[in-house]
């Protein structure tokens, strides 16, 4: 280097001159190649030249599905049928190894990277191996994995360096052949960047769970369900956690202050320990398979101050559910087998109320100044007669507001339904009910004593059945029943009761909804 060459690079370097971001912007493309991928990206902290380089590198949301994923058991219509799983496999691969081509020659951005396979063969994870750690090195955000296999390949363990790529925010994991291999944590390894995690079937047991979120101080959204070995769950030191779903677990521990949303069910209805939880943010709740007592209901209002949302379901333990709150909004009970006899609900400022049981409540009241959406659901077989018509009018009465009924009739179920068993100072028919939904009607003889006995109960804006549940035979009953009606029924002669043919003035029905036949209802008052 002669002497020229020196002065003029001790004034480049005095002047702070930066040839490297002088480059053409391809040239840079190529050395961010070659780089680490979290060093790549602190790159674009550089210059604004490493900046544009950076935001201009290609961005590829890559999503794969092989066509065997969702038949694994080879059935189609339920008959064997002959699949060579090895050219499949092969056509797949291939199909995804073109995607990638692009990634073996300069570096890109991955937001997605979505894989939906089944191993067929044990060598076939090596090939899945490869892809990923492709995607790793090109700064993938979000990796979605549902990975089956037959029962005679082993479980595919996610490759140990899924762990270290910086720039995965979020990871979805699916597949009870999927495994997280314990070994791969450890209580002193780096903090890891996760946002959000979703482990569905897959195997895992709990202690890698504990592992796994001690290494996770970002974690804004878990979810744990279908994880047969895991039984429990400790959400603590999780500090910026806001949402959590954790299903089939035993026992459940949470310290998480900023936590928002709550959804946990149990496995053979533990009992959950009101000591267990802490989590004072917590805006919306939803607890089944779980035995609760009656000082977990009670301390609810206390234990979470600002909660909004309860839903409650398949409760074990409880006859009777009372519940008070001044800043519940949205009520939600489905008791499942249980037989609730008493429910009494006192929460002013309630405005959703939805109930879903196999038995109407003996004694119901609810309290709420604010009360405007009502859905009740009931799940019924057996006999059925006018009195259990009369139980279910004096339930919906309970209600002033609008509200819509659902009912699904298992087989078998018989109905008995006779006017004259009604009395003379009976109940009017509620006139309130917006919709009355026949979710499943099993097959009958006659359907006169179902539609008789609902009609004179209830006077519907809207009534619906599904003929995929009950067949056409039943909605072209109704259709024949409310719509092609005689216009002057000659039905109750000079009874002092009319029946309800005589209230109605018009059933039309109501532009076709995918399996849904309605029928719009106008009563006279």
């Given at each position: ?443 009958m003889q006659d359907y006169t004593a179902l539609v008789d006995g609902l009609l004179w ?29 005689e216009e002057e029924p000659k039905c109750c002669g000079d009874s002092h009761m009319k ?27």
């Amino acid at each position: 280097m002669d002497e020229f060459e020196t002065k003029q690079k001790r004034v480049c370097l005095s002047m702070g001159f930066d040839r490297i971001s002088q480059l053409p912007q391809q040239i840079i493309h190529h050395i961010l190649f070659f780089m680490p991928t979290k060093d790549a990206a602190r790159t674009s902290a550089l210059s604004k030249s490493w900046l544009q380089a950076w935001n201009s590198l290609p961005r590829f949301d890559l999503k794969h599905s092989d066509v065997t994923h969702y038949d694994p058991l080879n059935l189609s219509n339920g008959e064997e049928v002959d699949i060579d799983h090895e050219e499949m496999f092969s056509k797949f691969a291939k199909s995804v190894d073109e995607t990638l081509l692009p990634l073996q020659l300069y570096k890109a951005i991955i937001p997605l990277f979505k894989l939906r396979v089944t191993v067929w063969h044990d060598k076939y994870a090596s090939r899945i191996d490869n892809w990923l750690e492709l995607a790793y090195r090109n700064h993938v955000q979000t990796l979605d994995l549902d990975i089956r296999s037959k029962d005679n390949v082993k479980a595919y363990a996610l490759p140990q360096t899924t762990f270290g790529v910086g720039s995965l925010a979020v990871l979805s994991l699916k597949g009870e052949k999927c495994k997280l291999d314990k070994n791969y944590f450890s209580y002193d390894m780096k903090s890891l960047c996760l946002r959000e995690l979703s482990l569905d079937e897959v195997d895992v047991d709990s202690l890698t769970i504990k592992k796994i979120l001690k290494c996770c101080p970002l974690l804004e959204a878990l979810t744990i369900t279908m994880c047969t070995k895991v039984k429990r769950v400790e959400l603590v030191n999780v500090p910026k956690l806001k949402k959590a779903n954790v299903q089939g677990v035993n026992k459940l521990r949470i310290e998480a202050p900023n936590l928002e949303k709550l959804n946990c069910s149990g496995d053979l209805a533990p009992i959950l320990n009101p000591n267990s939880i802490a989590c004072n943010n917590v805006k919306e709740i939803e607890i089944a398979s779980f035995y609760l007592t009656k000082k977990m209901i009670r301390e609810f209002d206390s234990k979470f101050p600002l909660l909004e949302t309860l839903h409650l379901g398949i409760f074990f333990g409880r006859k009777e559910f009372k519940f008070s709150s001044h800043r519940l909004k949205s009520l939600s009970l489905s008791p499942g087998p249980e037989k609730l006899t008493t429910v009494e609900i006192d929460c002013e400022n309630l405005n959703s109320f939805k109930y879903n049981g196999s038995s109407i409540p003996s004694s119901f009241s609810i309290t709420s100044s604010c009360l405007n959406n009502i859905e009740n659901r009931f799940h019924q077989k057996g006999h059925l007669d006018t009195f259990w018509f009369l139980t279910l009018r004096q339930y919906l009465g309970k209600f002033e507001q609008h509200q819509t009924l659902n009912l699904w009739f298992d087989h078998p179920t018989t109905i008995s339904f006779t006017s004259e068993e009604l009395s003379k100072d009976q109940l009017p028919p509620l006139s309130s009910l917006e919709n009355l939904v026949l979710e499943r009607v099993p097959p009958m003889q006659d359907y006169t004593a179902l539609v008789d006995g609902l009609l004179w109960i209830c006077h519907p804006k809207l009534l619906s059945a599904y003929p995929v549940y009950s067949g056409v035979q039943f909605t072209n009953f109704l259709c024949q029943t409310l719509v092609n009606r005689e216009e002057e029924p000659k039905c109750c002669g000079d009874s002092h009761m009319k029946c309800w043919r005589h209230y109605l003035i018009s059933g039309a029905p109501t532009p076709q909804i995918p399996l849904k036949s309605s029928i719009l209802l106008e009563w006279s008052l």
